[in-house]
């Protein structure tokens, strides 16, 4: 078994538009990812910006709902869903988990790489450094990247 590979962006001043940069280098690499937000309204900001990110790329996207599913998730590379839904079967993608919430997520071991995004904001950079301490503290080889 492989160790999940766990990479912290911190210093972000968008977020969500640093994440559609992040989506759209992964898409261009063949990766799937799943996308954890911390509330449904950063859920819908993200969705709506992934459909009009680039002129140039096509994001494609869905949302899962409160079960982890939708008719099309399995054949679509990006999986938008909320921190707090529990799924009583597994993603389908298991390659990159990308975290935009405050709380580490309860299945990102399941995933071979794991990418923090940690926004500028007091509270979200205190939040980043417990989960980094998190995850440092169960011996998970850690990257850190600040963003510019």
């Known amino acids: 078994m492989t160790t999940t590979r766990i990479d912290f962006h911190s210093n972000v001043s968008e977020q969500l538009i640093y994440s559609c940069r992040l989506i759209r280098k992964a ?8 996308v954890r ?15 009009g990110f680039s002129d140039a790329d096509f994001l494609p996207h ?18 938008l869903c909320l921190h707090d839904q529990i799924y009583p079967v597994a993603l389908p993608h298991h ?15 399941q995933f071979e790489r794991l990418i923090e995004i940690v926004p500028q904001q007091t509270a979200a950079t205190q939040a980043g450094r417990e989960r980094y301490r998190f995850y440092q503290q169960q011996g998970y080889p850690l990257n850190h990247i600040t963003a510019k």
Request: aromatic content about 4%; hydrophobic content about 45%.
């Open 27 to 34: 898409l261009a690499a063949q990766c799937k990812v799943v």
């Open 62 to 79: 869905v949302v899962v709902d409160d079960n982890g599913s939708h008719p099309l998730a399995k054949h679509t590379p990006v999986l």
């Open 37 to 51: 937000h911390q509330d449904s309204e950063q859920q819908s900001q993200l969705d709506q910006l992934l459909w």
């Open 95 to 109: 390659q990159i988990l990308l975290n935009l919430s405050t709380t580490v997520p309860a299945n990102f071991a």
